[in-house]
């Protein structure tokens, strides 16, 4: 039937959820991948550069480089009008579930529960594709040697090579999804207290929310996001770490694909529908403030009232809701 392109998710913790149903399957050899370059850096440690087709800004470049694959399926991840058009403008018979006013341009339609877990969703798309994924599914990633050497290099030069490291991501997609830095910060002296060093994780915004923790730190700090590495280097960063704690946000899911002991926060999302994939080796413990409009819209201050600017799903988890998970970790 010729060659199979999977039209990959644009977020970085989607794109990990979808690739526990790919990783199974990638070695037949006939399926392409159409996603962000720097997705790419996740796992170029063991598959070839050939199997990636970048994913520019420009709609008539990507389908440019969709129509050139000489793929015949296109496997829809995404739920966006715009990839089913780009699909079948190169030629395609598109899989994908009927989304976002799309399903004519579909000639496969796969209908799920909104209820189910992403990755869950992601998998039975495959199958309906003809990709046989098997179960349970399992999180990983193949980092780059370089990318690994980097991250060995900059524990050498903190001298950190023996000492327990924390990470933290207090970031998110919309800052309105984002746990109150300064609960992050007490939760960060605690464990800073108990021998190990703090790290913060991310990009953008999540550099200034790494400066008011360092305030509350005592001990070994390193603000990482202020240097906002590329993609590879920083999971091969937080591959090095012992425990990791986060919004339910990308890194969230990069630390439980290298196998981590995570705490994720969950106020505005349920772990039940966006939980990481755990690697083999990972835990998981997500709190949750369980709020019988979670998971929402995001229609943030419109569906709900803030308390000081924070949605009341957020404000709801304390420090010590967080803390005991932590706690019980370490």
Known sequence: MGKTVVFLPNWVGDFIMAFSCLDPVLDRGDILLFGKPRFYQLIRGRYPQDIWIPKGRSFWGNWWRLFRSGAYTAVLLPNSFSSAL??????????????????????????????????????????????????????????????????????????????????????????????????????????????????????????ERGRVIERAVKGPFLNIAAENPPLGRLAAFIKRGSVFLGNDSGPLHIAAAVGLRCVGIYGTSIPEKTGPILNKNAHFIPVCSRYPCSPCRERFFKDCQPVGGVPPCIDAISVEMVWEAVASLL
């Open 86 to 207: 780009h699909a079948t403008l190169a030629g395609m018979k598109a899989v994908g579930v009927p989304a976002d006013f799309r399903g004519f341009l579909l000639n496969k339609r796969v209908l799920v529960k909104d209820s189910l877990h992403q990755a869950e969703i992601y998998r039975r798309v495959l199958e309906a594709a003809g990709l046989s994924v098997p179960l349970p599914l399992s999180s990983r990633l193949y980092l780059s040697r370089e990318d690994e050497e980097w991250a060995e290099e900059k524990l050498r030069n903190l001298g950190w090579e023996n000492t327990p490291i924390f990470i933290i991501h207090p970031g998110a997609s919309k800052p309105e999804r984002c746990w109150p830095v300064e609960r992050f910060s007490e939760v960060a002296k605690r464990v800073s207290e108990r021998g190990f060093a703090v790290v913060v994780v991310g990009g953008g915004a999540d550099a």
